[in-house]
């Protein structure tokens, strides 16, 4: 069975400060993928990697930057939190190759920015 | 701009009863569409999933179907069941995209006794 993890399931942070959230698969996958979850709005894709070192941004970008030093590995790092950055934080991850794969997800980050 | 569009944000049915949940897309280029299922406090699931060639696909209670030409797919669950009460994703990519996924708002759930 595929295992993401997810390091916090709730975190509190205050504006300003620089925030890590990190995610480690343990089934060799390539792709690593950070959403974001919103009522009303689904999830969004923030940033994935296709590789180690690589990196693409989502849909919504902004304010966020990753790291990917190890394959099982995908860091979110909020440079500056603000408070429109409290919502629920998911990642997940798939094999490489063509797109019939589903992608496999952690239990999330509740994140609350004060 | 929404390409995947679940214009229900909820769904009420009897346990016994089948749940129809429908999503609706934009794109088409999309050739690969999944189904998730979403408890509180848990990531989601991954359901079922179908492929443009198809227009059908089951597994178990649970099935897909793919209309092309519409730019529509529905989630049947025959028969609902209290434990399906959660919020439902649909998703699409397509193989340009290696696995990226355009995720739809969600339909909660509810199957009640």
């Known amino acids: 069975d595929v295992k993401v993890t997810q390091s916090s399931r709730y975190l509190v942070k205050r504006t300003g400060e620089k925030v890590f959230l990190e995610c480690v698969q343990d089934?060799?996958?390539?792709?690593m993928f950070w959403y974001r979850q919103d009522p009303g709005l689904g999830l969004r894709l923030i940033y994935f990697?296709?590789?180690?070192?690589?990196?693409e941004k989502g849909d919504i970008p902004e304010g966020y930057s990753v790291s990917r030093e190890k394959k099982e590995r995908f860091s979110l790092i909020l440079e500056s939190a603000s408070t429109n950055q409290t919502s629920m934080y998911l990642c997940?991850?798939?094999?490489?190759?063509?797109?019939?794969?589903?992608?496999?997800f952690g239990d999330g980050t509740r994140l609350s920015i004060l | 701009d929404q390409q995947v569009k679940q214009n229900s944000p909820s769904l009420s049915v009897q346990e016994g009863r089948i749940s129809i949940l429908n999503c609706d897309y934009t794109?088409?280029?999309?050739?690969?569409f999944l189904w998730y299922k979403k408890y509180p406090a848990e990531g989601p699931t991954f359901l079922i999933s179908?492929?443009?060639?198809?227009d059908k696909n089951e597994d178990g209670r649970f099935t897909v179907f793919l209309n092309k030409s519409a730019k529509h797919l529905s989630l049947h669950i025959v028969p609902s069941q209290p434990g399906d009460s959660a919020v439902y994703f649909c998703?699409?990519?397509?193989?340009?995209?290696?696995?990226?996924?355009?995720f739809g708002t969600g339909t909660r759930l509810q199957v009640t006794l």
């Open positions: 997940a991850s798939s094999v490489a190759g063509t797109s019939n794969q589903p992608q496999h």
């Open positions: 990697s296709y590789d180690v070192k690589m990196k």
């Open positions: 089934m060799d996958h390539e792709n």
């Open positions: 794109n088409s280029m999309f050739d690969y």
């Open positions: 998703a699409a990519s397509w193989s340009g995209t290696a696995s990226k996924l355009t």
């Open positions: 179908i492929s443009s060639i198809k």
